[in-house]
């Protein structure tokens, strides 16, 4: 029988995952591995996330992926966590095995992918800021300091950003800024993990951020945002949005499910094209 997926959030008709994966199963085609079929987007009520996926495990789903806000109840809900999963506190890849739910996040993976891979940026010892201490940041924090990343945390609420970086284990130590503490400091890499573009906002970072070379990394994607603009103004030698991080998750969700990796340059290529 074809192994079902799915993507759970609210809102979800903007998710790109049902396309992303199709791709990924094709590269499979005729293999155990493509063998599947990635095509609901689920709306679960606010109140409704667990019954969604007792409704998705009850109907044979192998799995599924879950984004806004449910993240964090994902976690609550999974029976066994993958390590960084547990770091990050969030989870955004269940896959259902048996009675057993095991969540992972991988999140982190893709944007540490996205970064070093397609857009060629070594970060070992570089100077890296990232702004906001929501569930995004959260995701990504420990797998940069895995590539010894030198991290400085700065977000609105400046409370959140210390509660987020005391829960590093003890090797990883952030340094955690107003946004007013920044002027005068040069990063190598900046990245927003804020939600502030969805608002067309742009969080307060002084101008001379951005090192000679600098990398600027927009979480978001879709459109260009006022950080994107603000990057490009201010020196930034490269900007990017978070397209490329979430084609990176997706293909470690269905290295998860699938055990194999798919080629993940054809599928951005081919959907930034549309
Ligand atoms: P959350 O709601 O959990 O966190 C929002 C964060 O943004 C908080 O730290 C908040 O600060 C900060 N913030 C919001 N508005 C502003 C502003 N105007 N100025 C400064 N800071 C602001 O959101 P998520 O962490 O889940 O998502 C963040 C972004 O990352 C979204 O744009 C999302 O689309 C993107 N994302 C992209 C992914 C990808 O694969 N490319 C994957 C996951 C997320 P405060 O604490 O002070 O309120």
Redesign the pocket.
């Known amino acids: 029988m074809t192994d079902k997926y799915a993507v759970i959030g609210n809102p979800i008709a903007h998710s790109k995952s049902p396309e992303i994966h199709t791709m990924f199963a094709e590269q499979f085609k005729g293999k155990p591995a493509g063998d599947m079929v990635y095509k609901d987007r689920i709306l679960a009520p606010l109140d409704g996330f667990a019954a969604t996926v007792e409704r998705l495990r009850k109907e044979s789903y192998k799995g599924c992926n879950v984004?806004?806000?449910f993240?964090f109840e994902a976690l609550q809900l999974s029976t066994r966590l993958i390590g960084r999963a547990q770091v990050a506190r969030a989870v955004?890849t269940l896959k259902f095995e048996g009675n057993a739910i095991l969540g992972d996040n991988t999140?982190g993976f893709?944007?540490v992918r996205d970064i070093t891979k397609n857009l060629g940026f070594d970060i070992v010892g570089k100077h890296v800021l990232l702004?906001?201490?929501?569930?995004?940041?959260?995701?990504v924090a420990q797998p940069l300091f895995d590539i010894n990343a030198n991290l400085a945390v700065v977000?609105?609420?400046v409370e959140?950003?210390q509660r987020m970086t005391a829960a590093f284990d003890k090797q990883h130590q952030a340094t955690v800024h107003t946004?007013e503490e920044l002027v005068g400091q040069r990063f190598d890499v900046v990245i927003?993990?804020?939600?502030?573009?969805?608002?067309d906002?742009?969080?307060?970072l002084p101008p001379g951020i951005f090192a000679p070379g600098a990398l600027a990394y927009e979480?978001?994607?879709g459109r260009e945002t006022p950080f994107m603009k603000f990057a490009s103004a201010n020196g930034a030698a490269v900007v990017s949005d978070?397209?490329g991080?979430?084609v990176e998750?997706a293909a470690e969700s269905f290295f998860i499910w699938r055990g194999v990796r798919p080629e993940t340059a054809p599928v951005i290529a081919a959907l930034r094209n549309r």
């Not at 906002?201 to 307060?204: L, T």
């Open positions: 984004t806004v806000p993240k955004n999140d893709g944007l702004m906001g201490a929501g569930g995004a940041a959260h995701g977000n609105r609420t959140k950003a946004y927003n993990a804020t939600s502030s573009g969805l608002a906002e742009m969080p307060a979480m978001m994607y978070g397209f991080m979430l998750q």
